[in-house]
Nanobody, 124 residues
Framework: QVQLVETGGGLVQAGGSLRLSCAAS????????LGWFRQAPGKEREFVAA????????VYSDSVKGRFTISRENGKNTVYLQMNSLKPEDTAVYYC?????????????????WGQGTQVTVSS
């Protein structure tokens, strides 16, 4: 079956950096658009970034544009989220998700598979 496993979360001070990884198995990785979403306590899950199968195109939410970078290594079945200049408002559980569509979609109900999430906490 399809599995997505996120790693790399943790506690960091404001202004710091973290890199999240998501390792996928059970799917033809290069055929899927991969996305990152996050959910803060008491808030709805929100889109962060997405990358298409050949890594030729990416899209970001306005709140992270210029600070976060999504990338992927199809040979390793892994997608990354490099997070720089972190702010306390970036604190959330971060999820990776896979979408069999070729489109860069930003709504969570369009994604087919989800990881279990990894906690990112940014202290002020």
């Amino acid at each position: 079956q399809v599995q997505l496993v996120e790693t790399g979360g943790g506690l960091v001070q404001a202004g710091g950096s973290l890199r999240l990884s998501c390792a996928a198995s059970g799917l033809t990785f290069s055929r899927y658009t991969l996305g990152w979403f996050r959910q803060a306590p008491g808030k709805e899950r929100e889109f962060v970034a997405a990358i298409n199968g050949n890594a030729g195109n990416t899209v970001y939410s306005d709140s992270v544009k210029g600070r976060f970078t999504i990338s992927r290594e199809n040979g390793k079945n892994t997608v990354y989220l490099q997070m720089n200049s972190l702010k306390p408002e970036d604190t959330a559980v971060y999820y990776c998700a896979a979408d069999r569509s070729i489109f860069l979609r930003t709504t969570d109900n369009e994604y087919d598979y989800w990881g279990q999430g990894t906690q990112v906490t940014v202290s002020s």
